[in-house]
């Protein structure tokens, strides 16, 4: 397969144009020619003119490579392998919502041929390619798996605004439905990750280790929100705890925070979500869960409590909220909590005004019904640093409370400035 694509005697597909897909479809492009799929006609008008959509990639990044962008499934009857990488969310009820994964594997299914491989990227439960992606490519295609087409699952390991971990330097993990398909989705990955591939044994292996990974983060951080709700009851300041703990060298660097994103505050979900139905209920993961979708109703409540002991009137107070994207220095607002903190604070009828220089005004409206504004406007009785974005830590404390009337509440979420002095009249307080 690897020197089909090579040479160019076929073609490789991706399915699914996002933060994971368009990425992988430009690496795969230096080397083969490359078919980029998405179902979006407008994302594709606008990666035809070397826009990311997503706003991750320079134009570039688009320059000098094989690469054909299409919304037509009939285009990717041209290519042997298939990568496939498009959202596995979750729905209202917190439950895998499977909606776009089952169509694409509908739509590959419709245009695969004898000898072809499909690979999938999306992140799932263990045993989902098998069971639920593989018999709909079946259906479709009239083929069998193994015999006439083969499977693999190769999960993605970016980390959204990571400039040092990035697609070619992590090492990624391969699988395949046999052993010769094992070493053949191994071979066509290595082409471009410099720091190799890791063959992991079965496809329910690569799938579990994907979902643990993001698990993991998940239950560690939600300790560390637990210790930050009791420490606070202490009055002991959490980030000063974890700094004088890291001195030991098997100590586990996690901080609190907010669990936001299309990755760790879902994946875990999607784990109890098929531990369940072996009967098990995943005790640990569902209560890191619960800890951290918690966390914005929680540092609303507490910056409620501190205005009242300001003797604030809360529906006279204006708040304002620094940082809605899911983490720092990205663009990206899915599954906000911050979004949530600022429904709390509003449903105690305190006015909040957000502003977050990476995100995009419209997306933030059409999906939380928040109009950002550009700076702030003044006379705020409290500020709420939610998100570290590097623009704002560059801000010099004067310039962070100058927009407060005191007394004020200055709440920031990382303690960034929890070593400065603050002007009179602003009580700081950090998880
Ligand atoms: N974003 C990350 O940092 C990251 C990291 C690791 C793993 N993942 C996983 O990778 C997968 C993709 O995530 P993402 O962040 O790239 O999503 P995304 O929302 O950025 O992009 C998905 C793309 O797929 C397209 N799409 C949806 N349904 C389609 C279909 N049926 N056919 C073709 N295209 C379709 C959408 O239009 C969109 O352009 C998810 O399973 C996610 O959990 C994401």
Not at 39 to 44: A, H, L, P, T
Not at 136 to 164: C, Q
Request: hydrophobic share 40%; with cysteine.
């Amino acid at each position: 397969m690897i020197d089909h694509l090579i040479s160019k005697k076929t073609k490789l597909a991706v399915v699914g144009l996002g933060y994971v897909g368009l990425p992988i479809a430009l690496e795969f492009a230096r080397k083969m020619s490359v078919i980029g799929y998405d179902i979006r006609q407008d994302r594709v008008a606008l990666l035809r003119q070397g826009i990311d959509p997503s706003r991750e990639m320079e134009p570039e990044a688009f320059r000098g490579k094989d690469i054909f962008f299409t919304h037509e499934l009939e285009d990717l009857r041209q290519a042997s392998f298939f990568v496939v990488a498009v959202p596995t969310p979750i729905n209202e009820n917190k439950q895998p919502d499977l909606g776009a994964l089952l169509s694409a594997s509908r739509a590959v299914g419709r245009v695969i041929k004898p000898g072809d491989y499909v690979v999938f990227e999306s992140t799932v439960y263990p045993g989902c390619t098998e069971k639920d992606c593989v018999p709909l490519l079946e259906a479709e295609s009239g083929l069998r798996m193994g015999t006439d087409f083969k499977v693999g699952y190769s999960p993605e390991r970016i980390n959204p605004g990571d400039k040092v971990h990035t697609l070619t330097t992590i090492r990624k993990v391969t699988s395949g439905c046999d052993a010769e398909s094992s070493e053949q989705v191994a071979r066509v990955y290595e082409s471009i990750i410099e720091a190799g591939v890791f063959r992991a044994s079965s496809i329910k292996v690569a799938e579990a280790a994907k979902i643990i990974e993001n698990t993991q983060r998940d239950i560690n951080i939600a300790f560390m929100n637990e210790l930050s709700q009791l420490f606070d009851l202490m009055g002991i300041n959490t980030f000063e705890v974890l700094e004088a703990a890291s001195t030991k060298w098997n100590f586990l660097r996690f901080h609190p925070g907010l669990v936001g994103g299309h990755c760790i505050g879902v994946d875990p979900y999607y784990l109890a979500h098929k531990a369940k139905e072996f009967g098990y209920h995943a005790k640990i993961i569902e209560a890191g869960r619960a800890i951290n979708d918690e966390m914005g109703h929680y540092v609303a409540k507490k910056a409620v409590k501190m205005m009242l002991a300001q003797d604030k009137v809360l529906q006279n107070s204006r708040m304002l909220v620094m940082g809605i994207t899911f983490k720092e220095n990205v663009s990206d607002i899915r599954n906000s909590k911050v979004a949530d903190m600022v429904r709390e604070l509003e449903s105690f009828r305190v006015t909040v005004e957000v502003m977050d220089p990476h995100a995009d005004v419209d997306e933030v409206f059409h999906e939380y019904g928040l109009r950002l504004v550009d700076s702030p406007s003044g006379a705020y009785d409290g500020i709420i640093l939610a998100v570290s974005h590097k623009r704002f830590l560059g801000l010099a404390l004067d310039e962070l409370v100058a927009s407060l009337r005191r007394p004020a509440i200055f709440v920031d979420f990382k303690a960034n400035f929890r070593n400065h002095e603050m002007p009179e009249g602003v009580l700081y307080w950090s998880l």
